[in-house]
């Protein structure tokens, strides 16, 4: 079965330091993947996605997040975390057919 | 341009009762998807709709029906609540299926007790 997978379920950074958000996908063909960023009380926004164009994709407030097809890996970064940033994310995929599969999610603690 | 909203934001149930949620885009979006989201097990989709009067099952179908007779509105009952469907309720559309990016509304937070 199609599934994403996030390896941590909380990551705490102090502000300054670099940001790491992980996600591992299940491959069968290319994928197309999503981080979005959830902010407390809000609905979900796009952060980046990947649709073949390029593996290192560029996304808003200074995010970003590499595809390897080799590890199936599709994980979200940032030089330098923001207080900001303080939020849940969300990797996606989709695979046809509508069908959209979400990760459990990623809650960022951000210290100043 | 106010992009997709929810009606209402929050709302209470007794058991057995039933509700209608009303989702509007303005974005002219052929898609649109009811998803729940649930702690710890990110969000599930519900129901979708490919176009004005079509609708489908996704993930977790059972005791939801839905309705697409305008193509900006996408509504969401629960025929009779039960607790289970304690949950924050997200409403997305998009351009196309598989490539494009969602854009979801708020939220709507119900309690069934």
């Known amino acids: 079965a199609q599934s994403v997978t996030q390896l941590d379920s909380h990551v705490s950074v102090s502000e300054g330091t670099p940001v790491l958000l992980r996600c591992n996908y299940s491959?069968?063909?290319?994928?197309?993947l999503f981080w979005y960023v959830q902010h407390p009380n809000k609905g979900l926004q796009l952060l980046l996605k990947?649709?073949?164009?390029?593996?290192l994709v560029k996304g808003i407030n200074g995010f970003e997040a590499e595809f390897k097809k080799s590890e199936t890996s599709f994980h979200l970064t940032k030089p330098s975390a923001h207080m900001s940033d303080a939020a849940e994310y969300f990797c996606?995929?989709?695979?046809?057919?509508?069908?959209?599969?979400f990760g459990a999610g990623t809650r960022l603690f951000v210290k100043a | 341009n106010a992009g997709v909203t929810q009606t209402p934001k929050f709302r209470v149930l007794k058991t057995g009762q039933s509700m209608t949620l009303l989702c509007a885009q303005d974005?002219?979006?052929?898609?649109m998807y009811w998803y729940r989201q649930d702690p710890g097990m990110g969000l599930r989709l519900i129901h979708y709709?490919?176009?004005?009067?079509?609708?489908a099952k996704g993930e977790v179908p059972d005791g939801y029906n839905v309705s697409r007779l305008k193509k900006q509105n996408f509504l969401l009952g629960l025929e009779s609540a039960a607790p289970s469907q304690t949950s924050v309720y997200f409403c997305?559309?998009?351009?196309?299926?598989?490539?494009?990016?969602?854009?979801f509304g708020p939220g709507t937070r119900l309690l069934v007790l």
């Open positions: 997305a559309s998009s351009t196309d299926g598989r490539q494009e990016t969602q854009y």
């Open positions: 491959s069968s063909y290319s994928p197309s």
């Open positions: 990947y649709t073949s164009a390029a593996t």
């Open positions: 996606v995929r989709n695979t046809g057919g509508f069908k959209t599969i």
């Open positions: 974005m002219n979006h052929e898609y």
């Open positions: 709709s490919v176009g004005e009067g079509t609708t």
